[in-house]
């Protein structure tokens, strides 16, 4: 296993520039923080490049990391730090290359997001869309950049179990409906109905919108339907990703 000791290592050097988006789209790659995603970055299809451990990440999971020595860098405390953006660093660190977004098969159920902003709900949406069973997501444009370490972290894996494509919205719409699934935007208008009287089917496409909002317009018009969750409380609204998490539920069977 090699070592490095000094911030100021080319590779180090080089790492550290992932995190900025920019960097990540012109190298192909990203970072990826915690052994259990580590872990299953390597049990998945995905390329792990390079796995940093500090002394507390090879203590706790060194018997692990020699089953990876070919690709394993034991680094200093200082240099763990350095290339984590956690207060309290994990132990671990790994160089993943970004998945190829091959050909969608737009059938199934998806969920579409639609310039959903914050990190956490977007990591949150994609991992309830694993749990309900859901075929793929779609990051429209604005949302969040599903490699940045806070998306990461609140997808816990899912992207290395479905998969997550980035596209134009309104160019996906139209194949998702010349394949009869139906395209349900959410928005509370006169127009719209209740999640409630929808009828349970395998084939759905869910579009959620920002956080502040909501769905955007031109792309309400093209939906086959607009749906809502009704409130019977006082609160003015549902978090994007809670009422994510509703609706995807409710077409599970």
């Given amino acids: 296993m090699k070592e490095i000791q000094s911030t100021k290592n080319t590779i180090i050097k080089e790492r550290n520039k992932l995190h900025k988006r ?13 052994f259990h995603l580590v872990e299953e970055a390597v049990a998945s299809s995905s390329t792990v490049e390079e796995i940093f451990l500090d002394s507390r990440g090879f203590k706790e999971w060194g018997e692990w990391a020699t089953q990876q020595a070919a690709m394993c860098y034991l680094v200093s405390d200082e240099v763990m ?15 993943v290359q970004k998945v190829t977004e091959n050909t969608m098969d737009l059938t199934g159920k998806w969920l579409l ?21 859901f075929d793929g997501v779609i990051l429209g444009e604005g949302t969040a950049d599903i490699y940045s370490t806070k998306v990461l972290r609140s997808m816990q894996g899912s992207q290395f179990h479905l998969p997550v494509f980035s596209a134009n919205l309104l160019e996906v719409i139209p194949k ?48 086959d339907k607009n749906i809502y969750i009704p409130i019977y409380g006082k609160a003015e609204s549902l978090n994007v990703g809670v009422a994510a998490g509703i609706l995807m539920y409710a077409f599970v069977q």
Avoid at 81 to 95: F, N, R, V, Y
């Fill in 22 to 34: 920019k960097y990540r789209e012109q190298e192909n790659r990203y970072l990826l923080e915690g």
């Fill in 81 to 95: 730090k350095h290339l984590s953006d956690l207060p309290t660093p994990q132990g671990m660190i790994a160089t």
């Fill in 113 to 133: 997001l639609d310039n959903v902003q914050d990190p956490g709900n977007v990591g949150t949406m994609i991992r309830t869309a694993d749990a309900a069973g």
């Fill in 176 to 223: 998702l409906q010349a394949n009869q699934v139906p395209v349900y935007g959410t928005e509370l208008n006169v127009d719209a109905v209740t999640f409630t009287q929808l009828e349970k089917t395998n084939q759905v496409a869910l579009i959620l919108g920002n956080e502040g909002q909501g769905v955007t317009k031109n792309i309400l018009e093209v939906t």
